[in-house]
């Protein structure tokens, strides 16, 4: 039997040419947006004064299956892509599992995560409106830098709300975000209205990124020229991001594999509903039935503990709001590491998907995170973003399941990122200092008790 490579690449002239739009597969859509002025269903026109066309017609747009990418932007791509397919050989026989495991490695750019496949769409679209720039907020930097990276790259003027303790803690973000010439804010901050009221209400405030979009979103629309872009939880993010499951899928077609198990980490929903994007197409269509998970913090369990509900998403109640998983758009989870996972909400579409059973989630906390992470490292050589450690610990917990069991089960997960920036969340688990906050119940009730209320829908 000839050996799978470790590395599994396809050619550049095999790369995907076109976004795949889940929506046009389900068999329930997600419930709509709704406009809090109105109470009724949001329209595209009514994204216009926040979004830029083409971006608000991706968001409502739940028919047209497969979305060309335009050649600027396929050009971008090929400058990192196509990512790795990668065999983990060394963390099978570590484990000692006949599991077969394969992961998605998307950390090989300068912004060290996935999000540069959106961030390019973003910046590309809202340069061709000729705006003059765009706001945006980041949690963990890595949004930050993948937008500040493609702003740079098409001459667009950008400011980062960056939430607080991630500013505080990584300061080398600050400067590679500067780099690419973006202003990066602190947030809550003084420069917005949103900002201000946050600060009075509750000076020692971390921060969140839910706070952090209310600002982006209150500086974008009193702006002339300016537009709001996000890096995670819309339907036009998942879009983009289907690049990451489109590309899995043809690599494991050359190696003719297809996975039995697909694990991601999930904050807002963008890489986890990108890499099952093709592979939830199978499933909804009949053709296969993978087993999905999703893993998310114990500190920020939106899936497996939080309600589905319609929810602002913002801190500030700027945006439309959502049905979606949450935790309530005032929640504040503790300062967890995990910077990119600390969103209150999830995505609606893949809400809807796991609240239709198409999805498990787990969660687990950071200390065993951070162990798993360490273990990966060692194994496999790529030093991995606190958030994409999530997803190594689903697939390992699905790994040492084969093992009890004998099965030679095929498992794909998503390894988001690397962790270089993430060194003071290393050291503070390895000098024992950090600590696995779980939000009591009493809290979450708190936060539920907020959660809007709209006549005749909830
Ligand atoms: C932002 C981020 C995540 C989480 O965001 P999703 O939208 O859920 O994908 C995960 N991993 C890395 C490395 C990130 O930067």
């Not at 790259?153 to 973000?173: A, D, I, N």
């Not at 900002?195 to 209400?201: H, M, N, P, S, Y």
């Not at 929903?269 to 939830?280: C, R």
Request: proline share 7%; aromatic share 10%; hydrophobic share 35%.
């Amino acid at each position: 039997m000839n050996k799978v490579p470790h590395r599994i690449y396809l050619r550049e002239d095999q790369m995907p040419t076109q976004w795949y739009n889940l929506r046009a597969d389900m068999k329930e859509l997600p419930d709509p947006l709704i406009d809090p002025a109105t109470g009724k269903p949001a329209t595209e026109e009514d994204l216009y004064p926040v979004f830029c066309k083409e971006l608000a017609h991706q968001e409502m747009d739940n028919t047209t299956r497969y979305i060309p990418i335009p050649e600027e932007i396929q050009e971008f791509y090929r400058m990192y892509r196509p990512s790795p397919l990668i065999r983990a050989y060394n963390l099978e026989k570590k484990l000692d599992t006949p599991a077969k495991i394969y992961y998605k490695f998307e950390g090989n750019n300068t912004s060290g995560s996935h999000k540069l496949n959106s961030a390019v769409a973003q910046a590309y679209y809202a340069k061709k409106q000729d705006l003059k720039g765009v706001t945006t907020e980041t949690g963990a930097g890595q949004w930050g830098t993948a937008l500040a990276e493609a702003c740079s790259f098409f001459h667009l003027p950008l400011t980062v709300y960056m939430v607080k303790c991630s500013y505080e803690q990584k300061p080398f973000r600050k400067s590679v975000i500067q780099t690419f010439d973006a202003d990066i804010i602190p947030s809550p901050s003084d420069t917005t209205q949103v900002g201000r009221k946050i600060l009075a209400e509750n000076p020692g405030t971390t921060g969140s990124l839910g706070c952090a979009i209310s600002e982006a979103v209150e500086k974008a629309v009193t702006t002339e020229g300016y537009k709001y872009v996000l890096g995670s939880v819309l339907n036009q993010v998942l879009l983009h991001q289907s690049i990451i499951g489109e590309e899995s899928l043809l690599a494991m077609q050359m190696i003719d594999e297809y996975p039995d198990i697909i694990v991601g980490c999930a904050g807002g929903g963008s890489n986890l509903g990108g890499l099952i994007a093709p592979f939830m197409r199978d499933k909804l269509t009949g053709k296969t039935d993978p087993r999905i998970i999703a893993v998310e913090p114990a500190s920020c369990p939106s899936l497996t503990r939080g309600r589905y509900a319609y929810d602002f998403c913002d801190t500030g109640k700027v945006t439309p709001m959502a049905r979606m998983y949450t935790l309530g758009c005032d929640f504040i989870p503790s300062a967890n590491h995990a910077g990119g996972l600390r969103y209150h909400g999830m995505s609606p579409i893949l809400s809807k998907l796991y609240h239709d059973g198409y999805m498990k989630a787990i969660s687990a906390e950071q200390t065993k995170i951070f162990e798993t992470a360490i273990q990966f490292a060692k194994q496999e050589t790529i030093l991995p973003a606190p958030e994409s450690a999530h997803a190594i610990y689903g697939a390992v917990q699905e790994a040492l399941r084969c093992r009890e069991t004998g099965e030679a089960k095929t498992i794909l997960f998503g390894l988001t990122g690397t962790g270089y920036f993430d060194m003071v969340a290393y050291q503070s688990y390895m000098d024992h200092t950090m600590n696995d906050y779980i939000p009591t119940d009493k809290e979450l009730e708190a936060s539920f008790a907020k959660l809007p209320k709209i006549p005749g829908i909830q």
